[in-house]
Structures are given as C-alpha cells and as structure tokens.
C-alpha cells in the first residue's frame, strides 16, 4: 500500500513539475501543450495496462512530440504567419522523434519484450507512473521549443550554433544505433558486447548523441526566450540527469554486469572507456 501511495505521489510531483514549468513561459499554448503531453499519456496507460504490454510505449511518446510541436506550431501560425525558425526547430524535434520512436517500436518487436517493464506493468500505480514520467519527458524536454515556437524563433548566430550541434548529436545517434543493431544481427556477437565503431571511445554514445541534441535544441530557442522563460532551457541538463542517474544508464550497467562482468575483456572495456563523454585522446591514439 505505501508503494501504491509513493508511486502516486510520484507521479503528481512529475506532473506538477513540468506543469509549473510550462506556467513560467505565461503562454497560453504551451501550457496546454503540456497538458496534452500528460493527457495523450493517460489514455494510452489504460488499454497499455488492460493488455499488458509495452510494445507501443517508446512509439507513443515519440507521437506525443509531433503532437505537441504540431499544435503549437500551428496555433503560432494562426497568430503571427509563416516563420522559417518555426519551421526549421519544429522539424528538428519531428524528425528526431520519428526517427527514435520507429527504431525502438522495430527493435522491441524483434526482440518480444523490454526488460524494462517485465515487473512494472504489472503494478497499476508503477506502470501508470511511467507512463507519466514519459510525459515529463516530453513535457521539460520541449519547454523551450514550444516557447520559441509560440513567441517566433529569431534566426541569428545562436541559432546556427544550435544548428550544428543539433547536427551532431543527432549524426551521432543515429551512427551508434545502426552500429549496435548491425554489431547484433551477426550471430556470433549476439551473446557478446559491442565495442567498435564509436561504442570504442563511450560505453553510451548514443546517449551522448541524445544529450548534445537537445544542447543544440536549447541554444537555437535561447534567443527567443526572456525572463523566467530562460528557465527553460534546462532540457538538456534534465536528459542529462535522467540517462545518466535514472532511466538509462544505470540500468543498462546493471545489465552488462550480470552478463559480462565475469569476462575480463568487459572489465578491462569498463575500465579504459569513459561512461558517456569521448575521450580525444583515444582517437587518435590507441
């Protein structure tokens, strides 16, 4: 019963959190763009929990970013008229989210299931926060975004710096991913771990992909934004905590040690490669 409880509350305070946010813009169309975000969460948890399953989880938050950038892309429009940065950023987030949310439906249909979820959707109140910490994601993840939507993005030297970041990290994503699906689909690696390609310099770079992204996404908003609107550009600082103490990282680790740790090249793979951030060195010198 206290769990049912904790889990609840939970889920209020990460409700609470990115609603509080999204009210420091003072937009009208952001705030209902969160509450969208949570809403679309909440009706998918019911027929997700009733079947039991996960396998459209990752795709529904995905859909739930080109919901969101759509809506308010469109309600800007309908005030101020075309604006190239709105198009510009609000392609940006699309086609990230297209690209991550039809790789990982794809490779939990390959693989059957999660592990993530095997225990938690059995809890009502477990799964129910899950999926409401999903809308956090999305929610303080585009905070920034939607609000340089609403208010028009200023296209200047920020925003071309944000560019190519945005560039960077989402090359990076997308090399690591097809690097580790390629590493899996050759039989005699499937009970072993990838370390070539860019998984020889970060345990996580596609991680490290995500997290510079979203750093790109936030310096090509940062123009647009004022007062407590600054407020949020934490995106990338909060991806940074949820991969790299919460949801990703430490649970991918745990992992890896109940399948390799007993192998001496996976400790010696921990111990010379650096858990997210490239080391140059390295590079260039083996």
Not at 126 to 144: E, H, P
Not at 197 to 219: D, F, K, Q, T, V
């Amino acid at each position: 019963m206290k769990k049912k409880i904790s889990y609840l509350l939970f889920s209020s305070t990460a409700f609470a959190m990115a609603y509080g946010l999204a009210q420091l813009t003072a937009i009208d169309i952001v705030i209902n763009a969160v509450l969208i975000s949570f809403l679309i969460q909440w009706i998918l948890f019911v027929p997700a929990y009733y079947f039991q399953t996960e396998k459209f989880f990752d795709l529904s938050g995905s859909l739930t970013y080109l919901t969101v950038i759509i809506y308010t892309s469109h309600a800007s429009y309908s005030m101020t008229g075309l604006n190239f940065g709105n198009l510009i950023l609000g392609l940006f987030v699309i086609i990230w989210a297209l690209r991550l949310g039809i790789f990982l439906y794809f490779r939990i249909n390959s693989t059957g299931e999660d592990k993530r979820f095997k225990f938690i959707k059995k809890s009502p109140t477990q799964f129910f926060m899950t999926w409401t910490l999903q809308g956090m994601w999305v929610s303080v993840c585009s905070t920034c975004a939607l609000t340089a939507i609403a208010k028009g993005v200023i296209l200047n030297s920020f925003f071309l710096v944000g560019f190519f970041i945005f560039i960077l990290g989402f090359l990076i994503e997308i090399i690591a991913d097809y690097q580790k699906k390629s590493f899996r689909k050759k039989s005699m690696f499937k009970n072993d771990f990838i370390q070539s390609g860019l998984w020889a310099y970060s345990r996580h770079p596609n991680y490290l992909g995500e997290i510079i992204l979203w750093i790109g996404i936030a310096i090509c908003s940062f123009s647009s934004l004022s007062g407590l609107q600054l407020i949020t550009l934490i995106s990338p600082i909060f991806t940074y905590v949820l991969l790299v103490y919460i949801s990703g990282i430490p649970l991918l680790e745990e992992i890896g040690k109940e399948k390799w740790g007993h192998l001496s090249h996976y400790q010696k793979y921990i111990k010379k490669t650096p858990k997210l951030f490239f080391n140059p060195i390295r590079i260039f010198v083996k």
